[in-house]
C-alpha cells in the first residue's frame, strides 16, 4: 500500500444517490488533488488543494463536490452522477505546492461505476 | 493540438530488450519532467523525475530529456516480465503546481 490511501476501493452507484470517496495522506505533503482516469484518455485533473485551500477547480460539474478539512485528508462528495462519469478517481499527494517537480504519489484509486 | 503527445503503444518486446518510450510537447515553458508506471489496478508511481536537459539513470532506468528539441524519452535496459505496465510521461510548468499527462504506454514484457 502506498503513503496514500483511498477507500472505498469499488464503489457502483445509482444516479440518484450520494456517495463520498475518501483519501488519507500522513507524507507531510501540503498539496493534495482529484484526477480523473478514463480508458485510453489522459488523466484529467479536478481539483487541487493546497494547505486545505483549493487552489483549482479545471472546470468539474457541480455534482462533483470536493472538501478539504485538513492537510491530512481529502473527500470527494458525488450526488447525481450521470454513467459518463464511470472511471478511475485518483488522489494524489505532493510535497510543497507542487510547483518544484517533485512529482506526486498517488492513492490506487476508487473504481466508480454509475448504472 | 495536445500539449503533451506520447507514444500510444501498446508495446510487446521479450524479456532482456531494451525498451523506448517517449513523448514530445509542444509548450517550452515546461520545466519539470517526470515518469510514471501504472500497474494494472493501481495508481501512478513515480519513477523518475528531472529538471534538466540530458541523461538521469536509476539502476535499469534513464530518462532523457532534450529540450530543444521538446522530446523526453525513459529507456528501460534488461527488461524484466515485472516492467509491464502503463507508463506516463508528465511535465509541469514553472510555477504552475500542476501536471499534464500523457495518454500512456502499455508495454509488455514477454518471458
Redesign the interface.
Known amino acids: 500500500e ?1 503513503g ?1 490511501t ?1 477507500t472505498p476501493r469499488h464503489l457502483v452507484m445509482g444516479m440518484t444517490n450520494k456517495k463520498s470517496l475518501k483519501c488519507e495522506q500522513h507524507l507531510g505533503h501540503n ?1 493534495m ?1 482529484w484526477y480523473k482516469q478514463s480508458a ?4 484529467e ?1 479536478m481539483f ?1 488543494y ?1 494547505f486545505k485551500e483549493q ?2 477547480n479545471n472546470s468539474v460539474p457541480s455534482r462533483f463536490s470536493p472538501e478539504c478539512p485538513n492537510s491530512s485528508h481529502l473527500f470527494l462528495h458525488l450526488h447525481t452522477l450521470q454513467p459518463e462519469d464511470s472511471a478511475l478517481y ?1 488522489c ?1 499527494s505532493s510535497l510543497g ?13 476508487t ?1 466508480l461505476t454509475v448504472v | 493540438q495536445k500539449e503533451v503527445e506520447q507514444d500510444p503503444g501498446p508495446l510487446s518486446v521479450p524479456e532482456g530488450a531494451i525498451v523506448s518510450l517517449n513523448c514530445t510537447y509542444s509548450n517550452s515553458a515546461f520545466q519539470y519532467f517526470m515518469w510514471y508506471r501504472q500497474y494494472s489496478r493501481k495508481g501512478p508511481e513515480l519513477l523518475m523525475y528531472t529538471y534538466s536537459s540530458g541523461n538521469k539513470e536509476d539502476g535499469r532506468f534513464t530518462a532523457q530529456v532534450d529540450k530543444s528539441s521538446k522530446y523526453i524519452s525513459l529507456f528501460i535496459r534488461d527488461s524484466q516480465p515485472s516492467d509491464s505496465a502503463t507508463y506516463l510521461c508528465a511535465m509541469i510548468l514553472t510555477n504552475a503546481g500542476k501536471s499534464t499527462f500523457g495518454d500512456g504506454t502499455t508495454l509488455t514484457v514477454k518471458p
Open positions: 502506498t496514500v483511498q498539496a488533488y485510453k484518455k489522459p488523466l485533473l487541487v493546497n487552489t483549482e485518483l494524489a505546492d507542487g510547483k518544484e517537480g517533485h512529482g506526486y504519489t498517488f492513492g490506487s484509486g473504481r
